[in-house]
């Protein structure tokens, strides 16, 4: 997919990878409308990239978002997202039920633009112990996604599944495994996903053998979780 002079719409653009997601958009000329929950924060991206910003909480519904939008997006990058920590509620609306009900707004208009959409996912959408709520948003991101790319093949599809990332998403806490990547290094992946209609991602690249042990053998992939946790501690 070409971008420049397309119209993109990024969510969680106020701070890490939507944010990276952003920039690099802006680099290679695409049209941005960036949204996010604080409004100087947001603001300072949206004229980095001499895009548009739309304070909204998507806790509330997508319906002012989409109100707001200048036109139909070619290209829409889910990446708000609320870390483990939060309430049952409050993930399953923000990680899942936001991103689907935009989806389905916006789908007519990726359709007539044969555009492409891009879900930060995680991977934690494997089933993390300690993370299960948080994980199942994740792995229905992931589902959703699939469905998506088998029901709609005039648009593109890509799942990202990152490790741990250097944003403020885990706040205080300090994640020394798997080792940190940073958000632009997500950014420079998505990107490439997108120009070449790669279906999903996963990063660092390692994590891959974690995808493949789960789907060969889920129990063997709890165990192996179960190592690292009583190594890490
Ligand atoms: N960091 C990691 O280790 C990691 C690993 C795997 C997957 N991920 C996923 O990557 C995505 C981006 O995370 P990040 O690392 O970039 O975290 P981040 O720096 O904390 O950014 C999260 C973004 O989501 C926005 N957001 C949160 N709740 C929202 C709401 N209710 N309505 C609208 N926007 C909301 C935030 O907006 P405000 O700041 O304006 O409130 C912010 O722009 C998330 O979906 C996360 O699950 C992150």
Not at 55 to 74: H, I
Not at 96 to 111: D, E, H, V, Y
């Amino acid at each position: 997919m070409r971008l420049d002079g397309r119209l993109a719409l990024v969510t969680g653009a106020s701070s890490g990878i939507g944010r990276a997601v952003a920039l690099r958009l802006a680099g290679d000329g695409a049209r941005l409308v960036v949204t996010g929950r604080d409004p100087e924060r947001l603001r300072a991206v949206a004229e980095r990239v001499g895009g548009q910003a739309v304070v909204a909480d998507l806790a509330d519904g997508v319906e002012a978002l989409v109100a707001a939008l200048p036109g139909p997006p070619a290209l829409v990058v889910h990446s708000a997202g609320i870390g483990p920590g939060q309430t049952a509620d409050a993930l399953l609306d923000v990680n899942l039920r936001a991103p689907i009900a935009l989806t389905r707004a916006l789908l007519p208009g990726l359709r007539a633009e044969r555009g492409h959409l891009v879900f930060v996912a995680s991977i934690a959408a494997l089933g993390v112990a300690g993370e299960a709520v948080y994980s199942a948003t994740k792995a229905g991101l992931r589902g959703y996604a699939d469905a998506v790319r088998a029901e709609v093949p005039e648009i593109g599809v890509t799942t990202v599944l990152p490790g741990i990332v250097d944003t403020p998403f885990h706040g205080t806490e300090r994640r020394p495994f798997p080792r940190p990547v940073s958000p632009d290094h997500v950014a420079e992946e998505i990107l490439r996903a997108v120009r070449r209609g790669s279906p999903e991602v996963i990063t660092p690249r390692w994590l891959t053998l974690g995808a493949k042990v789960h789907g060969m053998a889920p129990g063997l992939f709890a165990r192996a979780q179960r190592g690292f946790a009583a190594r890490a501690r």
